[in-house]
């Protein structure tokens, strides 16, 4: 009963292609994250998506689109891969408790 | 804009001992909330422990406790009776409490648990 999915845990392309990766949570919450975690492990908010509105974009390059086909699934979109775009990508819900986010298990991208 | 800082890239402790994450953190608000979260080899993202500012109280979760100090923006995690599972990468991470807004991260202390 995973609280929050990501598909696929691995993700290995090459430059110039482009890629999506699946989230989805069960928990019914309604705003979902997506945050990439570097090679030097730092954490940074890229969107979030709140009753299928986006709230926030932080500096991401337009090559980068979320899309959210209902509340429960917010899926990442990457045009044109470049190398610096190898990354662990992390989805996340919020709703209960302000801040506390769940964390699914991560995708780590490499691109080649 | 919010800045966390953790200023331990790396710690190490032995098993049974207790041992002081630090995390500090630059905020013009006055309500918000602070946590954190661990992260071991599996890359799991794992809440540890949530405080809000406007308690006075130090939250507690088992071995896990805060030394919340709000006007010196201090944040730090105490692990008691440290276990080789406690072995894990650390981050500090600041809410400002807005809408939809994302978790401001601290840049991570590893934590190394010597048997």
């Known amino acids: 009963d995973t609280a929050v999915s990501q598909t696929p845990k691995y993700l290995v392309t090459q430059m110039g292609n482009d890629k999506s990766i699946k989230c989805e949570q069960n928990l019914g919450h309604d705003t979902m994250y997506w945050y990439k975690q570097d090679s030097k492990k730092f954490l940074k908010i890229m969107f979030s998506?709140?009753?299928?509105?986006?709230?926030i974009n932080e500096t991401v390059p337009n090559r980068f689109s979320p899309k959210s086909p209902d509340k429960a699934h917010l899926n990442l979109h990457i045009n044109s891969l470049e190398l610096g775009d190898s990354a662990v990508y992390f989805c996340?819900?919020?709703?209960?408790?302000?801040?506390?986010?769940?964390f699914g298990p991560g995708t780590r991208l490499t691109v080649l | 804009a919010q800045t966390v800082t953790q200023s331990q890239p790396e710690m190490s402790v032995q098993e049974a001992e207790t041992v002081t994450l630090s995390c500090t953190y630059d905020t013009s608000e006055s309500d918000y909330y602070l946590f954190w979260y661990k992260q071991p080899p599996s890359r799991q993202m794992i809440l540890v422990i949530r405080?809000?500012?406007?308690?006075?109280q130090n939250a507690t979760e088992n071995r896990f406790s805060v030394n919340f100090q709000k006007a010196a923006k201090s944040f730090s995690l105490k692990i008691s009776d440290s276990q080789l599972g406690d072995a894990a990468m650390y981050f500090c991470?600041?809410?400002?409490?807005?809408?939809?807004?994302?978790?401001?991260f601290g840049k991570g202390t590893h934590l190394i648990i010597q048997p």
């Open positions: 998506y709140n009753n299928k509105e986006l709230i």
């Open positions: 996340a819900s919020s709703q209960d408790l302000p801040g506390t986010q769940y």
């Open positions: 405080q809000e500012a406007y308690k006075q």
């Open positions: 991470a600041y809410y400002s409490g807005g809408g939809a807004d994302g978790l401001t």
